[in-house]
């Protein structure tokens, strides 16, 4: 059975997407490199779903979990939640929220903000990339302002749509209109450089491995 677009990204890394979106005249699709997974062992690849909010203290606890829970509702399955909080002060990930979202088949979580319950995130083994840990939830300060449209992270625009690749080397963005052509670049370029190493393994001087392949 053919491998699915998730399936083949997720068996790419980023060094090598970055090298192809590079090649293809796109350099500029990595997010900041303050974003982090929370289990370095976790790669996240997938189609993205975007979200957006603020912080508001001026909404009730009430307000503010509706609001939260309807995200938690909408989330397609199959997807990669991408969220710009526009803050820098509460988590915008916990237990509860990460268990329902695996659990309705969002394949993970990225955001430009915080996360909390990291220890029970991380043995339930869903994937996240943030940028700081802190215990202040979003319970009576933080508003979802908007679902499914454009955001920024970084200098880096986002829509849903486009597809993402995380791992331990950083994320990168990829527009919904060169992912077929990135990941099967990158495949080739996966299979040379196994061939390139091969090689050198094998006794292979390294200048002129890549005066070979012109790869390195």
């Not at 659990?103 to 990339?129: A, C, Q």
């Not at 001087?205 to 890549?210: C, F, G, L, T, V």
Request: aromatic share 8%; net charge negative; charged share 25%.
């Amino acid at each position: 059975m053919a491998k699915s677009m998730t399936e083949r990204l997720a068996a790419c890394y980023t060094g090598a997407v970055y090298d192809v979106m590079r090649e293809m005249g796109h350099p500029d699709c990595v997010l900041p490199h303050e974003i982090r997974p929370l289990d370095d062992s976790k790669t996240l690849a997938g189609p993205i779903w975007t979200c957006s909010g603020r912080i508001d203290e001026s909404i009730s606890d009430d307000e503010s979990l509706m609001g939260w829970t309807g995200l938690l509702s909408a989330a397609p399955a199959g997807t990669v939640l991408v969220c710009q909080p526009n803050d820098s002060t509460i988590a915008h990930m916990g237990e509860l929220s990460a268990e329902t979202l695996n659990h309705r088949g969002v394949l993970g979580y990225v955001v430009d903000g915080g996360n909390r319950d990291s220890e029970f995130i991380r043995k339930l083994g869903w994937p996240v990339f943030f940028r700081y840990f802190t215990p202040k939830d979003v319970v009576g300060k933080w508003k979802v302002e908007s679902m499914g449209e454009p955001i920024v992270i970084g200098d880096i625009d986002i829509s849903s749509g486009d597809w993402i690749l995380a791992d331990i080397d950083g994320v990168v963005v990829i527009p919904q209109s060169m992912i077929d052509s990135v990941v099967t670049r990158t495949e080739e370029i996966m299979s040379t450089e196994s061939e390139l190493r091969t090689m050198i393994l094998n006794g292979m001087d390294p200048q002129e491995a890549y005066k070979k392949y012109r790869l390195f």
